[in-house]
């Protein structure tokens, strides 16, 4: 069992930036997919980030195309946090944003996801 608890949304001004970080309890924190979905009103959750182990030495990092370039995933082993690092932020990129666990292969597809946080809301003003 993965516990996955957010933090660091809030109300920024577009064109800003914001760290969403996302503590995960559990041992095998390492060999878990992380990512970070997100929800606006009126509208369908969508993929935003993932990170997975390559096999190798490093962990490989997707994007959705509306953030790439803007957005960057990250993890720290250590301390079981996975972090969203957004910039240039986008009245469009409002949203309740939720970090995710996965074991097993690689998906963007939320359903296919194993665990989730609570989430927490990024608010872009114009």
Do not use: H
């Not at 009126?42 to 994007?63: I, L």
């Amino acid at each position: 069992q993965v516990q996955l608890v957010e933090s660091g949304g809030g109300l920024v001004q577009a064109g800003g930036s914001l760290r969403l970080s996302c503590a995960a309890s559990g041992r095998t924190f390492s060999s878990y997919a992380m990512g970070w979905f997100r929800q606006a009103p009126g509208k369908e959750r969508e993929f935003v980030a993932g990170t997975r182990w390559s096999g190798a030495s490093t962990y490989f990092a997707y994007y959705a195309d509306s953030v790439k370039g803007r957005f960057t995933i990250s993890r720290d082993n250590a301390k079981n946090t996975v972090y969203l690092q957004m910039n240039s932020l986008k009245p469009e990129d409002t949203a309740v944003y939720y970090c995710t666990a996965r074991s097993g292969g690689w998906s963007t597809i939320g359903d296919e996801w194993n665990y989730w946080g609570q989430g927490t809301q990024v608010t872009v003003s114009s």
